[in-house]
């Protein structure tokens, strides 16, 4: 459980498929409340809320009340960090691309 003040690593809040698909949803739309995000999955609404509690601990997602009911929004730039991450690993893997390509040619 995190404690108070404490922030859930980003890729830990993006490793479950569930959360993936929860992202995806919320960045097609400006602000969805629970019961339209859990009528996108085979569970309950207790269930997609422990999703977006994670969400909401890696800063992903954002909520407010309205009334009863609880609406949530995408808050994407956490999603910075995987990026830069990922960027990394893109270069990498073009300059072993081009080496490959460069040995082949030259047989």
Not at 1 to 24: H, S
């Amino acid at each position: 459980m995190i404690q108070t003040g404490q922030k859930r690593d980003v890729f830990v809040a993006i490793a479950d498929p569930t959360r993936r698909k929860l992202i995806r949803i919320l960045a097609d739309a400006e602000e969805l409340p629970l019961h339209e995000l859990t009528e996108q999955f085979q569970m309950g609404r207790t269930a997609v809320a422990k999703h977006l509690t994670i969400l909401k601990e890696a800063d992903l997602v954002k909520n407010r009340k309205e009334g009863r009911e609880t609406r949530y929004r995408l808050n994407p730039a956490p999603l910075q960090e995987v990026k830069d991450w990922l960027s990394f690993y893109e270069e990498f893997w073009k300059e072993r691309a081009m080496l490959l390509k460069n040995i082949l040619e030259e047989e």
